[in-house]
């Protein structure tokens, strides 16, 4: 794995190209999560790389590349979802003088490609409230059922201890769990 | 309404459906299409970043608001000035009045007797 970057140092395309076929399934699928949207994950999985060949000469090897991908990654879907909502608050100003903005129009639900069939509609209501969370749950929350992480390894990619990482998924399931429960009590 | 042990399963099959989830593929062609993006990116030169700084919302209001400021402040100040000016003016004219200033020739000084 040192090879790759130490090939990647040296402005090897080659090592850049299998860096890439090698980790964009990781990187894909972690801002899907987060973003709910293909065309925006897809976006930021590209600024991911590019970042990576920028600033591959300051990767002093000391976490695994997968820690440093996951860092770069949330750090870029928490700065793009940022973006998205000061437009989205923008946007409210501006259809108080008559403007119209597409970004008022609440998205679909998100369906992601990687759930069973049987649990399409369930997972698509879980996503919806997984939308809701503070930031830090969402993303501790979506590297543990996306991506299988370990509390450790959360802990690595967001920069932050273990407790705090399961206080962070303890909060986030039970914020979860409330807001399903009001959804189900109020079905008709 | 739905019985309260209900609502219980319902949230607890919902929250367990992310449970086994496929890892989700970029489409096609990422390479090709990230490839092209980075051809297409230029590394931005001094005045590009010189534009970008000064058209952040953040930048532009902080300025727009300290321009105002200074504006308030010179035109109070002007305010405080000309009133000061026209109390000094007062002053001047009442003792120009009180000494006969004014008077420059010996005929005006005839004049202004009474």
Request: aromatic letters at 8%; proline letters at 3%; hydrophobic letters at 40%.
């Amino acid at each position: 794995m040192t090879d790759i970057i130490a090939q990647l140092k040296q402005g090897n395309e080659a090592a850049f190209k299998d860096l890439v076929a090698r980790w964009q399934g990781m990187v894909y699928n972690t801002a899907l999560g987060i973003l709910q949207n293909a065309a925006d994950a897809e976006d930021v999985a590209q600024e991911v790389f590019m970042q990576v060949f920028e600033s591959v000469g300051s990767f002093k090897g000391e976490s695994q590349i997968s820690t440093w991908l996951y860092r770069i990654t949330v750090t870029k879907c928490l700065d793009h979802l940022r973006k998205k909502t000061r437009k989205k608050r923008w946007g409210k100003v501006y259809s108080l003088f008559g403007q119209q903005n597409e970004l008022l129009i609440d998205p679909p639900d998100f369906h992601h490609p990687g759930v069973q069939l049987a649990d399409k509609e369930r997972a698509a209501l879980l996503f919806r409230a997984i939308a809701s969370l503070p930031e830090s749950q969402k993303v501790a929350f979506v590297l543990q059922k996306l991506e299988g992480l370990s509390s450790r390894q959360i802990g690595e990619a967001m920069d932050a201890s273990v407790s705090a990482v399961e206080g962070l998924l303890h909060r986030a399931k039970q914020n979860l769990r409330e807001q399903l429960e009001d959804y189900y009590r109020n079905e008709d | 309404m739905k019985q309260r042990r209900d609502i219980q399963q319902e949230t607890e099959q919902t929250m367990r459906s992310l449970d086994g989830v496929q890892r989700a593929e970029p489409a096609p062609y990422f390479y090709t299409r990230l490839m092209a993006r980075m051809q297409q990116a230029r590394p931005a030169d001094a005045w590009d970043r010189l534009i970008a700084l000064i058209t952040r919302p953040s930048v532009a209001i902080t300025a727009v608001v300290l321009i105002l400021a200074a504006n308030g402040f010179m035109f109070v100040s002007k305010l405080k000035t000309t009133a000061e000016l026209v109390e000094t003016t007062a002053l001047q004219q009442a003792f120009a009045d009180e000494y006969q200033l004014g008077i420059t020739t010996f005929y005006e000084y005839d004049k202004t007797e009474p």
